[in-house]
T-cell receptor, first 111, second 117 residues
Framework: KNEVEQSPQNLTAQEGEFITINCSYSVGISALHWLQQHPGGGIVSLFMLSSGKKKHGRLIATINIQEKHSSLHITASHPRDSAVYICAVPSGVTSGSRLTFGEGTQLTVNP | DTGVSQDPRHKITKRGQNVTFRCDPISEHNRLYWYRQTLGQGPEFLTYFQNEAQLEKSRLLSDRFSAERPKGSFSTLEIQRTEQGDSAMYLC???????????????FGEGSWLTVV
């Protein structure tokens, strides 16, 4: 079992739909990262959260530390939201020395 | 500051050749990470530095791989005697670590694509 699992692996939506991507992890953590990767490789950090909920524009991230689960929501989705969304948790020899990534969710938003 | 820079962005090399990638982190960042990513997979950790010290290396980092950060600023990742299985994107990232380093934002470069033919 992977330390970080995401679902779904692929998601296709129509413009305007509400999107939810889920992340479950098996290691004990105090924070979780949501990242966005566009074709060509560049990764952008969207959120880092350790409890509750964070909102940035149309993006909302929630985390439940006890249940080891996080969700990323996109409201009023738009074709420019099409990307791979990755959750990642800190791990490593020293606290937070590296990230363990999920396999990513490929989101395609059609106009 | 222009963020994390990686060079070259793309490299095609013949099997058996050596390749070197360079990463310039955000200037005040003391931590620098190397990850490898293959198509359809999330990035996998290779190694990280705190200043010039290499503090952790993954088992993925075979003897053919070596990484340096000689002055605690830029870093190089060298792959010797490349194999086709080395074909991947090599991502560099940096962060400013404090006592609660798991709470620090990590900034990624655009990646260096390696194709071994």
């Amino acid at each position: 079992k992977n330390e970080v699992e995401q679902s779904p692996q692929n998601l296709t939506a129509q413009e305007g739909e509400f999107i939810t991507i889920n992340c479950s992890y098996s290691v004990g953590i105090s924070a979780l990262h949501w990242l966005q990767q566009h074709p060509g490789g560049g990764i952008v950090s969207l959120f880092m959260l350790s409890s509750g909920k964070k909102k940035h524009g149309r993006l909302i991230a929630t985390i439940n530390i006890q249940e080891k689960h996080s969700s990323l929501h996109i409201t009023a989705s738009h074709p420019r939201d099409s990307a791979v969304y990755i959750c990642a948790v800190p791990s490593g020899v020293t606290s937070g020395s590296r990230l363990t990534f999920g396999e990513g969710t490929q989101l395609t938003v059609n106009p | 500051d222009t963020g994390v820079s990686q060079d070259p962005r793309h490299k095609i090399t013949k099997r058996g050749q050596n390749v070197t990638f360079r990463c310039d982190p955000i200037s005040e960042h003391n931590r620098l990470y190397w990850y490898r990513q293959t198509l359809g997979q999330g990035p996998e950790f290779l190694t990280y530095f705190q200043n010039e010290a290499q503090l952790e290396k993954s088992r993925l980092l075979s003897d053919r791989f070596s990484a340096e950060r000689p002055k605690g600023s830029f870093s190089t990742l060298e792959i010797q005697r490349t194999e086709q299985g080395d074909s991947a994107m090599y991502l560099c990232a940096s962060s400013l670590a404090d006592g609660r380093s798991f709470r620090n934002t990590i900034y990624f470069g655009e990646g260096s694509w390696l194709t071994v033919v």
